[in-house]
């Protein structure tokens, strides 16, 4: 498998001021892929969990009937516990670039320029984003200014 530096269609990590470039560099490093619980997974955990802290509570005289806004506790409550068990399953299950490249056969590094691509587009826009309300910041800023000395 090719190393960082062998493949010509990564960026340069020398190139004066690009940051995608920097973070293409580190990949090996401080890239990881995890696994992500979505659709129905996520409302039937939630769900679950909506059933247990109902029963809980009911279990020590708490019910709709004597707290009649209980719904928003539980539903609050269960969406909470089912990010924690999906972070840390996922946590656990973590997979490096090189990895992800072995899997999937990618010995092009295809998916490090696919990656690069994408940071260097989502850096612009952010930096567009920022320079486009740049102006309006001074006054917003205007909280954080040192207090002017009495005199």
């Known amino acids: 498998m090719p190393s960082d530096n062998d493949s010509p269609?990564?960026?340069?990590?020398?190139?004066?001021?690009?940051?995608?470039?920097?973070?293409?560099?580190?990949?090996?490093?401080?890239?990881?892929?995890?696994?992500?619980?979505?659709?129905?997974?996520?409302?039937?955990?939630?769900?679950?969990?909506?059933?247990?802290?109902?029963?809980?509570?009911?279990?020590?005289?708490?019910?709709?009937?004597?707290?009649?806004?209980?719904?928003?506790?539980?539903?609050?409550?269960?969406?909470?516990?089912?990010?924690?068990?999906?972070?840390?399953?996922?946590?656990?299950?973590?997979?490096?670039i090189d990895e992800i490249e072995r899997l999937t056969g990618d010995t092009t590094s295809m998916i490090r320029v696919d990656i690069w691509d994408q940071l260097k587009s989502h850096i612009e826009t952010a930096e567009k984003q920022f320079h486009s309300q740049a102006d309006g910041l001074r006054s917003l800023l205007s909280a954080f200014e040192k207090p002017a000395e009495e005199q």
């Open 9 to 96: 269609d990564l960026p340069q990590p020398n190139q004066p001021g690009d940051v995608s470039a920097e973070l293409v560099r580190l990949m090996p490093r401080d890239l990881v892929f995890v696994m992500r619980f979505m659709g129905e997974s996520q409302h039937r955990l939630q769900g679950h969990f909506q059933d247990f802290i109902r029963a809980e509570l009911a279990a020590r005289g708490v019910t709709a009937e004597t707290h009649p806004m209980i719904h928003l506790f539980i539903e609050s409550h269960a969406i909470l516990l089912r990010d924690f068990v999906f972070s840390g399953v996922s946590l656990s299950r973590q997979f490096r």
